[in-house]
């Protein structure tokens, strides 16, 4: 008999080849790349995989044994929309941030630990930064998205959160606990949260978070662009317009129905 931690292991193991299956679309990943970014030994994820495979929650390409999610993934998706996605909702906030700010503009949502681009709509400046794009997972307090939902967390989750996790060895000394901490002390002083290149050199990022019915930091809005286009007083600048954007979106959700 199969004991309940043993089972409690292999769907820790499936929802992490799931999530790096999907970090990896549309262009899909080996089984050994899989494996890599689910930290599970590659036989045991390609027979986690062949099953996933069976019940239609993975594919495989015949040619070049790359793995995509599969067309039950879809479905599924599509029921949990209903409740969850709020994509169309936000594209025009996002589209006017765009448009507005001339940079490139996201919507980012939380999962647990880390954040979910959702959305991304180009600016009209023709320098622009490619560090974010749909799909791409970050954890908390990486980015300016996952900053500025870390920021707004009562600050029990923030020491729960910083007391189990070491950023350090893959996201460098600038993740640090300290460092994080005296960031989201920014952060909540401005209300917007700064990436000043921390992932890419040059690369610049504001976030501002977004609230569910309750009060919680469910997502957050995003700018992104080169060093020269965040000098401080611009800076201040798309502060203002990523919180009044994110108020905006704040309110619309409320008023939708059945988002919780």
């Not at 262009?27 to 495979?53: C, E, K, V, Y």
């Not at 700064?194 to 050199?201: Q, S």
């Not at 317009?241 to 939708?256: C, F, I, K, P, S």
Request: hydrophobic share 40%; net charge negative.
């Amino acid at each position: 008999m199969t004991s309940p931690d043993a089972n409690a292991s292999v769907i820790g193991k499936i929802c992490s080849l799931l999530r790096a299956a999907g970090g990896a679309e549309p262009s899909g990943a080996s089984t050994t790349a899989l494996a890599r970014t689910a930290d599970i030994a590659r036989p045991t994820a390609h027979r986690l995989l062949s099953s996933l495979a069976e019940e239609g929650f993975v594919d495989r390409d015949s040619a070049s044994g790359r793995w995509s999610l599969g067309p039950e993934i879809y479905l599924l998706g599509s029921m949990a929309a209903l409740r969850y996605d709020i994509t169309d909702q936000a594209r025009k906030v996002v589209q006017a941030l765009a448009t507005e700010s001339g940079e490139s503009a996201f919507l980012s949502a939380r999962r647990g630990a880390e954040t979910v681009c959702l959305l991304r709509v180009e600016g009209s400046f023709p320098l622009r930064s490619h560090v974010l794009y749909e799909g791409i997972r970050l954890p908390l307090g990486v980015a300016s998205a996952g900053l500025a939902i870390l920021s707004h967390l009562p600050d029990r989750e923030v020491d729960q959160y910083l007391d189990g996790v070491d950023l350090v060895p893959e996201w460098g000394p600038d993740h640090s606990e300290a460092a994080i901490r005296h960031r989201v002390g920014l952060t909540r002083t401005t209300g917007f949260a700064v990436n000043p290149g921390l992932l890419v050199e040059g690369s610049w990022g504001l976030g501002a978070a977004v609230f569910d019915r309750a009060g919680g930091p469910a997502w957050a809005l995003s700018l992104t662009g080169v060093e020269t286009r965040f000098r401080d007083d611009r800076r201040r600048e798309l502060g203002k317009l990523l919180l009044d954007a994110a108020h905006r979106l704040t309110v619309q959700l409320g008023e939708r129905p059945g988002l919780d």
